[in-house]
C-alpha cells in the first residue's frame, strides 16, 4: 500500500507519531511543499490508498476525488474540515477520519496572542535586540472584559483562564444560551454589538459556514474600543481581512493576534506590520 502526506511544510509528521508498526506494510510519501496545480497532486498520489492532509490547505472536492480511483482512506488533522466534500467522498469509497484534541493548544496559543500583545512583547523584544530599551506599557489584564464570539469547548477553555487573570468574561454567539453562559460563569451578552462595544479583548471561537463568514467586516470594528484588541484562531475568514488591516492602519483597535488566514501572505503596509514568527499582528 502506499500513503502519501501532504502539506508537512515543517517536515514533523513523521516524528509527531510511531509510523514504525505500519512503515513495513506500506510507501510512505511526505510532501513539504504545496501543490497548487490540480493535475500535479493527481499524479504525485494517484497511486496512493491512503492520503493524510494537513488541515484545510488542500481541499478535496468531488472533482479531485474522481481523479483518485484507488484512494480508500483521507486523514485529515482535526475533526472538522470545511474543505472536505464528505458527501463524494462517501459516493467514491473514501473513509474520512480525524485526530481528535481537546483544543487545549488553541486554547494555549489564543493566550500566547493575548499576552504577547498586551505586554508588546514581539515590540520590545526586537527593541532590546537592537540597542532599545522598554518603549512602552503593558496593559494589566486583570479587571478588564474578555468578550468571547463563541462559547464551545474552546471557548470555555479560554474564559476559564480569563477568570483566572481577574478579568470579567462575556460571551455570544447566535446559539449561546444564559444557561449555558451561567454554567461557564460567564455573563451573556445581549447582541454582538453588547459585546464588541464593551470588551477589551475580543476572542472568536466559531465555526466557520454560512452565518459566520465575514461575520467581523468594517462596521463591527469600528464598534470596538481603539484600546481594545482583535484575537481569532478560529478560521481566517470570520474576519474581513481588508477591513482589520484598515482598522489597524487607522488606529481603530489597538492590535490584532492572527492564527489562521485565508490566504497566508506577508503583509507589510505602514504602521501595520504582520509577524509571522510570532503569528502575531501588532501596531
Same mark, same amino acid.
Given at each position: ?5 501532504? #502539506? #508537512?511544510?515543517? &517536515? %514533523? ?26 493535475? $500535479?497532486?493527481?499524479?504525485?498520489? +494517484?497511486?496512493?490508498? +491512503? ?7 488542500? *481541499? ?8 483518485? *480511483?484507488?484512494?480508500?482512506? =483521507? ?5 472538522? &474540515? ?29 493566550? %500566547?496572542? +493575548? ?10 523584544? $526586537? ?9 512602552? +506599557? ?18 470555555? &477553555? ?12 462575556? %460571551? ?9 453562559? @451561567? ?9 454582538? @454589538? $453588547?459585546? =464588541? $462595544? ?11 459556514? #454560512? ?14 474600543? *481603539? ?9 481566517? *475568514?470570520?474576519?474581513?481581512? @481588508?477591513?482589520?488591516? @484598515? ?37
Amino acid at each position: 500500500m502506499k500513503c502519501a502526506i501532504l #502539506d #508537512d511544510y515543517q &517536515n %514533523a509528521a513523521l516524528s509527531m507519531a510511531d509510523w514504525s508498526t505500519v512503515t513495513d506494510r506500506m510507501d510512505v510519501k511526505v510532501f513539504n511543499h504545496h501543490f497548487d496545480n490540480k493535475d $500535479e497532486l493527481v499524479a504525485a498520489i +494517484i497511486d496512493c490508498e +491512503i492520503v493524510v492532509i494537513m488541515r484545510e490547505r488542500t *481541499p478535496f472536492q468531488r472533482e479531485l476525488l474522481e481523479c483518485l *480511483p484507488n484512494l480508500k482512506l =483521507l486523514v485529515t488533522t482535526g475533526m472538522r &474540515n470545511n474543505s472536505i466534500d464528505f458527501v463524494a467522498a462517501a459516493e467514491f469509497g473514501v473513509t474520512v477520519c480525524g485526530t481528535r484534541g481537546g483544543g487545549e493548544g488553541t486554547t494555549e496559543l489564543t493566550w %500566547a496572542l +493575548i499576552l504577547g500583545l498586551t505586554r508588546k512583547l514581539v515590540l520590545e523584544n $526586537e527593541g532590546v535586540r537592537s540597542g532599545g530599551w522598554q518603549s512602552t +506599557i503593558g496593559v494589566d489584564l486583570n479587571g478588564k472584559r474578555l468578550g468571547l464570539l463563541g462559547l464551545g469547548h474552546i471557548g470555555t &477553555n479560554v474564559a476559564r483562564i480569563g477568570q483566572a487573570f481577574g478579568m470579567e468574561v462575556m %460571551a455570544w454567539s447566535q446559539n449561546l444560551t444564559a444557561e449555558k453562559a @451561567e454554567a461557564a460563569g460567564v455573563t451573556l451578552a445581549s447582541s454582538k @454589538e $453588547e459585546l =464588541l $462595544e464593551s470588551s477589551d479583548i475580543v476572542s472568536i471561537h466559531l465555526v466557520l459556514g #454560512d452565518r459566520t463568514r465575514g461575520l467581523i467586516d468594517a462596521r463591527e470594528l469600528e464598534r470596538m474600543r *481603539p484600546t481594545a484588541y482583535l484575537i481569532n484562531t478560529s478560521r481566517g *475568514p470570520i474576519v474581513d481581512r @481588508e477591513a482589520l488591516l @484598515e482598522a489597524l492602519r487607522n488606529g481603530q483597535i489597538a492590535g490584532a493576534g492572527i492564527d489562521v488566514f485565508e490566504q497566508l501572505r506577508m503583509i507589510r503596509s505602514g504602521r501595520c506590520r504582520m509577524c509571522l514568527l510570532h503569528r502575531i499582528l501588532v501596531m
